[in-house]
C-alpha cells in the first residue's frame, strides 16, 4: 500500500531520556511513527529497544527503577507523559504484546474480554460475539470456538500469543505495540503471526521490536536502528537495508555488529 | 476476515484534565490503597503498641531495691514478705535451665532426624517424616503439659520417691518432644539446602557416606543448623502451659534439675490473676514479660537472617 | 558376605559408618513413633468418653466438670478464634496487598516486614498479658469474649500478613504487568487475576493461624475464660474453653476421664484443621 504523507504521526518521541536507576538506558531519542504502518525497531541486544518501546504506552514505568527522565511522548499531540494525562486510558489505546505470551489464569473468553469489561467496551448479552470477533481477526476462532471456558493456559505457545494479541485488539487500540512478539514461538507459528502483523497495517499503527532483521524486512514498512541507548538511523526499510547513511547501520544490517 | 474500523471517538475525551480525576476506576484504587495501608498500619501499630506499653508498665519494677541487678538477680519472689519484694532471679533461671535441659535431649535427635530425612530415609519413610513432624508441631502446649502429667509425673514419683514428681526435669524432657519437629525442620532444610553436585564430587572420592556427611555435608549446613538450634532455644523459652503444669511452679532459686522451678512463663500466668494492676507484682511480672519478649525476639530475628544467609548462599 | 581385604583405618571407617547410621535409623524411628504414640495415648484414654452427649452439653457433676460434656467450651473456642480470624483477616490480607502492590519503596516493605516478623516471634502468653493489661483493665472490657477475640486476633495477624504476603508475592510479575498493560486499574487486578490466585496460599495461612489460636491457651486464660458458664456466649461475658477447661480439670483434678477427652477433641480438632491446610497448600500451582 502506497505511504500516505496525509496522515500525520500517531506517535511523535521528542528528546526522550530514560534512565535505570543512576545509568542511563536511552539519550535524546527524537523519532516519528507513522500511521496505519509497521515500523520496526531493530538494533544489537541491549540498545534499549524493548525500553524505548514500553515508553511508548507508559509500561516502562511498571518496571522498577526505570525513569523517564526528560523529553515527551506526543500521542495525537498531547505528550502522555503529563501529569494531567490518564495513564489507564493511554496504555487502552496504545496495547502492547510481550515477547512471552502471558496469558490470565481465566477461560480463553474471560482472557479476551479482560480489558473490554473494565473499560465498559461491551455489554453482558454481546460478549460472546465480542469475543468471538477478535478472536477471528487474529485467527484463533476455529481453533477454540468449542472450548471458549477452557483454561487458556491449555494452549499452546503461538495459540497463547494470538490470544494476547486478541485480548489487546479487544481494547480497541489505534496502536499496537510489539515486543519481540515471535522470539518464543516456533516457524510455524512466527509465521502466522506475521501474516497478521501485515493484515492488521490496514487498521492499526504497529511497532515492532525484532532482532531478526529478515522478519523487519518481510513485514516493516519503516525502521528505526538504536545502537548502545541512541538512535542511529530512521527511514524506511527499504532505504535503511539497502542505502543506510550511517555506518553502524550498514554494520548491523550487513550482519558485522549484534 | 471481519473488516474493522477504528473508533475515532476516544481521543477527544482523552487528555481534557476535568475528566481525569472522576474517572471511576481511579476511585476504587485510591479506595484500596487507603483500606490496604489502614489495615496495614493499624496492624503493625499494634507491635508498637505492645512493646512500649510492657516497656512502660514494667519501669516501674526498677524502683525495688538494687534496681535493675536486684530485679534480675537479688530480690528474691516473695509477695507475703515485709516488705515485699518481686525479684525474677528464679524466674530466668528456670527458663534457662527447662530450656537447656530439652535442647540438651531435643538438638542431638533433631540432628538425627533432620541427617535421616536429607541423606538416608527410604522415600517412603521420607514422605511420613514430614506430617509426623508437623503432627507433633500442631499438639498445643496445655495437651503436652496433660501428656507430661499423666505419664512423667507419676513416673518419677514412684522412680526417685518423690512427694510431687513435677520438677525441671519433667519440664525440660517434655519440651524437648515439643522442640524437636522445629529444630529437626529446620535443620533438614538447611541440610537439603547442600548443593547435590558437592555431595557427588564428595562421594566421587571414595570415602564412606558418613565421611562425607560430616566433613561436607554438616560443614555445608553448619549456619542454617546453628539457626535450627536456635529456633529451638527461642520456641522453648516461650512455651507456657507446659511447663506451668510440670515445672512445679515454686518461688525459690533451683540449683538441679530434679528441683522444682518456675520459669518466665508460668510466673506470668501463675501470679496475673492475683496481680492488682498497678501493684508491685503487677510491674514485676511486666518486668519479666517484656524480658521474655526482648530475648525472643531477638532470637527470631537472627534466626530469620541467618535464614535469608542460608538461601542467599546457595543461588 | 566376605570382607574386602582394606586396610584397618578403612574398616574403622566402616564400622563407624554402619554404627551412626543405626543412631540415625534410631532417630528416624523414634521421630516416626512419637506422635502415634502421644495421640495412641490419648485415644485409648479418651475414647471411652467419646460420645455426642460429651461434645454438646456442658459440664455437670459434683465437682463441676467431672460429669457432662464440655459443649460450652467447644462453642467457645470456636466463637474466639472467629472473633480472632474476623479481625486478622482483613488486617492481614489488606496490609498483604499492600506490601505487594502499593509499597512505595524496598525500605518502606522490608520495615513493615520486620515488624511483622517481630510480632510473630512474641510468645503468646505475652499476648496473654498485654491484652489483659490493656483490653481488660484499662479499657475496661473486662473478661469476655470481645478482650478474647482481640487478643487472638493479634496474635493471627502476622501469621496471615506473611501467609498473603507470600501468596500475593507468588503471582508471577509478568501476568501483572500485562494486565496493568491494558490500561485496567489495580483494584481491578487485584480482583481479578491477584486475590484468585492466591487465595489458597491466604487461606491456608488464615486456617494454621485459626487452628494455633484455637489450641492456645495462654493468650486467652486472662482474657476471656472462665471456669464455667451456662449463658450463651457474648461480646461482654467471659467463656468457657477448651485449652483453658482442660487446663482446669487436670489442675483441680476434677476428672481425668474428661480430660483425655478434651485433649483429643481439641487434638483432633487441630489435626484436621492442619490437614486442611496442607490441601489447600496443595491447590497452589494450578496449571502452570
Request: hydrophobic fraction near 50%; aromatic fraction near 8%; glycine fraction near 8%.
Amino acid at each position: 500500500m502506497p505511504n500516505s504523507p496525509s496522515l500525520a504521526p500517531t506517535l511523535e518521541v521528542r528528546d526522550l531520556q530514560v534512565h535505570y536507576g543512576r545509568s542511563s538506558a536511552l539519550t535524546n531519542i527524537s523519532c516519528r511513527i507513522p500511521s496505519r504502518q509497521v515500523t520496526a525497531v531493530m538494533g544489537p541486544s541491549g540498545c534499549g529497544k524493548s525500553t524505548f518501546i514500553k515508553t511508548l504506552n507508559r509500561t516502562l514505568e511498571l518496571t522498577p527503577r526505570a525513569r523517564v527522565r526528560g523529553g515527551s511522548v506526543l500521542y495525537r499531540g498531547h505528550d502522555i507523559y503529563a501529569s494531567a494525562c490518564n495513564v489507564d486510558d493511554i496504555r487502552k489505546q496504545i496495547g502492547i504484546i510481550h515477547q512471552r505470551p502471558v496469558s490470565f489464569p481465566m477461560s480463553i473468553k474471560e482472557n479476551v474480554l479482560f480489558g473490554a469489561r473494565f473499560h465498559k467496551l461491551v455489554r453482558r448479552a454481546d460478549e460472546t460475539d465480542y469475543a468471538r470477533k477478535y478472536l477471528e481477526r487474529v485467527g484463533l476462532w476455529n481453533e477454540v470456538r468449542d472450548r471458549l471456558g477452557a483454561h487458556a493456559g491449555t494452549l499452546s505457545g503461538g495459540q497463547q500469543q494470538r490470544l494476547c494479541l486478541a485480548r489487546t485488539l479487544a481494547n480497541q487500540p489505534t496502536v499496537i505495540l510489539m515486543d519481540e512478539p515471535c522470539s518464543a514461538l516456533d516457524p510455524a507459528a512466527t509465521r502466522r503471526i506475521e501474516e497478521l502483523i501485515i493484515e492488521l497495517e490496514r487498521d492499526y499503527t504497529i511497532v515492532i521490536v525484532t532482532h531478526n532483521m529478515s522478519q523487519a524486512r518481510r513485514v516493516s514498512r519503516n525502521a528505526l536502528f538504536f545502537y548502545d541507548g541512541r538512535l542511529m538511523e530512521a527511514g524506511p526499510t527499504q532505504q535503511i537495508f539497502e542505502d543506510p547513511r550511517e555506518s553502524l547501520t550498514r554494520e548491523f544490517v550487513t550482519g558485522q555488529i549484534g | 476476515m471481519v473488516a474493522m474500523t477504528v473508533p475515532a471517538g476516544n481521543t477527544s475525551t482523552l487528555l481534557s484534565p476535568a475528566r481525569v480525576a472522576w474517572r471511576g476506576r481511579r476511585w476504587s484504587d485510591l479506595a484500596l490503597w487507603a483500606v490496604s495501608l489502614g489495615f496495614m498500619l493499624l496492624g503493625t501499630g499494634a507491635l508498637l503498641l505492645i512493646v512500649l506499653y510492657v516497656a512502660a508498665e514494667a519501669l516501674p519494677a526498677l524502683k525495688q531495691a538494687g534496681g535493675l541487678k536486684g530485679l534480675l538477680f537479688v530480690l528474691p519472689w516473695e509477695p507475703l514478705a515485709e516488705p515485699p519484694s518481686y525479684g525474677i532471679l528464679h524466674a530466668w533461671l528456670s527458663s534457662l535451665l527447662v530450656t537447656a535441659l530439652s535442647l540438651l535431649l531435643a538438638v542431638p535427635v533433631a540432628l538425627g532426624v533432620a541427617i535421616f530425612t536429607s541423606e538416608i530415609a527410604p522415600p517412603l519413610l521420607r514422605g511420613l517424616l514430614r506430617p509426623c513432624m508437623e503432627l507433633l508441631a500442631g499438639i498445643p502446649s496445655v495437651v503436652y503439659g496433660f501428656f507430661g502429667y499423666v505419664t512423667l509425673i507419676p513416673l518419677f514419683e514412684n522412680s526417685f520417691g518423690l512427694a510431687a514428681g513435677e520438677c525441671i526435669l519433667a519440664a525440660g524432657l517434655i519440651l524437648s518432644v515439643m522442640v524437636l519437629p522445629f529444630v529437626a525442620s529446620t535443620a533438614t532444610e538447611a541440610l537439603r539446602g547442600v548443593p547435590g553436585n558437592l555431595r557427588e564430587s564428595a562421594y566421587a572420592t571414595g570415602v564412606t557416606r558418613w565421611h562425607v556427611i560430616q566433613h561436607v555435608v554438616l560443614r555445608q549446613a553448619a549456619p542454617g543448623l546453628f539457626a535450627a538450634i536456635v529456633l529451638g532455644l527461642a520456641r522453648a523459652l516461650g512455651e507456657a502451659l507446659a511447663v506451668l503444669m510440670l515445672a512445679g511452679n515454686a518461688t525459690a532459686v533451683p540449683h538441679s534439675p530434679m528441683d522444682r522451678g518456675q520459669p518466665i512463663t508460668a510466673l506470668i500466668l501463675t501470679e496475673l490473676g492475683e496481680a492488682g494492676v498497678d501493684s508491685d507484682k503487677y510491674h514485676a511480672l511486666m518486668a519479666a514479660g517484656l524480658l521474655l519478649m526482648v530475648i525472643t525476639v531477638v532470637i527470631n530475628l537472627t534466626v530469620l537472617a541467618l535464614k535469608r544467609r542460608m538461601l542467599s548462599r546457595h543461588v | 558376605m566376605s570382607k574386602p581385604q582394606s586396610p584397618p583405618s578403612l574398616s574403622v571407617a566402616y564400622l563407624g559408618d554402619r554404627f551412626a547410621t543405626v543412631l540415625v535409623w534410631l532417630t528416624g524411628l523414634l521421630a516416626l513413633a512419637l506422635p502415634l504414640a502421644i495421640l495412641g495415648f490419648l485415644a485409648v484414654r479418651g475414647m471411652h468418653v467419646m460420645c455426642w452427649e460429651f461434645l454438646l452439653s456442658g459440664p455437670s457433676g459434683v465437682p463441676l466438670g467431672s460429669a457432662g460434656g464440655i459443649g460450652p467450651a467447644i462453642l467457645g473456642t470456636l466463637y474466639l478464634v472467629g472473633m480472632g480470624l474476623a479481625v486478622a483477616l482483613p488486617l492481614g490480607v489488606g496490609g498483604g496487598i499492600y506490601l505487594s502492590e502499593f509499597a512505595p519503596c524496598a525500605f518502606w516493605v522490608r520495615l513493615l516486614e520486620f515488624a511483622a516478623e517481630c510480632l510473630g516471634a512474641i510468645p503468646a502468653v505475652i499476648y496473654g498479658l498485654f491484652g489483659y493489661a490493656l483490653l481488660v483493665v484499662f479499657l475496661a472490657m473486662n473478661i469476655s469474649l470481645l478482650a478474647g477475640g482481640l487478643t487472638l486476633g493479634m496474635m493471627m495477624f502476622p501469621i496471615i500478613l506473611i501467609g498473603s504476603r507470600a501468596a500475593l508475592a507468588a503471582v508471577p510479575s509478568l501476568e501483572r504487568e500485562s494486565a496493568l498493560a491494558l490500561g485496567v486499574s489495580r483494584s481491578w487486578v487485584a480482583r481479578r487475576i491477584l486475590l484468585p490466585r492466591a487465595w489458597p496460599g491466604i487461606a491456608a495461612s488464615a486456617v494454621l493461624a485459626a487452628g494455633h489460636a484455637a489450641g492456645s491457651a495462654a493468650p486467652v486464660m486472662f482474657t476471656a475464660s472462665t471456669v464455667f458458664t451456662v449463658t450463651n456466649p457474648a461480646m461482654t461475658t467471659p467463656v468457657m474453653t477448651l485449652p483453658t477447661h482442660l487446663y482446669n480439670l487436670v489442675s483441680e483434678a476434677v476428672s481425668f476421664d474428661h480430660a483425655y477427652g478434651t485433649a483429643l477433641v481439641l487434638v483432633v480438632g487441630i489435626l484436621l484443621v492442619n490437614a486442611l491446610s496442607m490441601l489447600l497448600r496443595r491447590r497452589l500451582p494450578e496449571h502452570y
